[in-house]
């Protein structure tokens, strides 16, 4: 039976690994812990815990790719916005948390964080509390959906979870287009294309 755990952590964990949207983490929780019938206490604890190392890893490797696809430009941009974040003291943990809790894609907040050489200190705690917060409510509908199987899995591909990844690869396009020192310091908002080496 350890081994339908160790899925669960593994899953969710390749999701939130890649720097772009894929389908939430809970989906995986929720499938994996009808399918097999799992503790739901347990698939929440060990898929979280998955999805922040899946997110830790994502911090730590995008500096290194983002310097050879993006140019000199784009990422002191990304830095500059990220001095930002850091400065906010509480209230970023707070914007990471509140973040964190919507029904939104967090991978362009990990790849910013990453791309800004956050320590992932900064950005984790917050999301943590958020994404046991998010995936708990999640996993526990999941469960109610029990009985209505064959509506879950009609209903993973529709307008909902088409939305949020629309939505995070805005934000993903947002967080690369969007001159971020000019809008910050000039309150201009102003976009960039030529980001690419």
Request: aromatic letters at 14%.
């Amino acid at each position: 039976m350890w081994w339908q755990y160790f899925l669960v952590f593994i899953c969710s964990m390749a999701v939130d690994i890649v720097p772009f949207p894929l389908p939430p983490a809970f989906t995986v929780m929720v499938l994996l812990q009808i399918v097999f019938k799992l503790n739901i206490w347990a698939v929440v604890g060990i898929g979280v815990a998955g999805s922040v190392l899946g997110r830790y890893i994502l911090t730590l490797y995008v500096p290194k790719i983002s310097n050879k696809i993006f140019n000199r430009t784009k990422n002191e941009d990304v830095e500059f916005l990220g001095e930002k974040m850091k400065q906010g003291g509480w209230k970023s943990h707070a914007g990471i948390l509140l973040y964190s809790l919507l029904p939104l894609p967090t991978t362009p907040l990990f790849i910013a964080g990453g791309m800004a050489k956050m320590k992932p200190i900064q950005i984790i705690p917050a999301f943590i509390v958020g994404k046991f917060i998010s995936d708990s409510i999640a996993v526990f509908m999941g469960e109610y959906a029990v009985a209505n199987t064959t509506k879950l899995f009609e209903g993973m591909v529709d307008w909902k979870s088409m939305t949020g990844l629309v939505l995070g690869i805005l934000l993903i396009c947002a967080l690369l287009f969007i001159d971020w020192r000019e809008l910050i310091q000039h309150k201009k908002f102003k976009l960039k294309f030529k980001i690419w080496k």
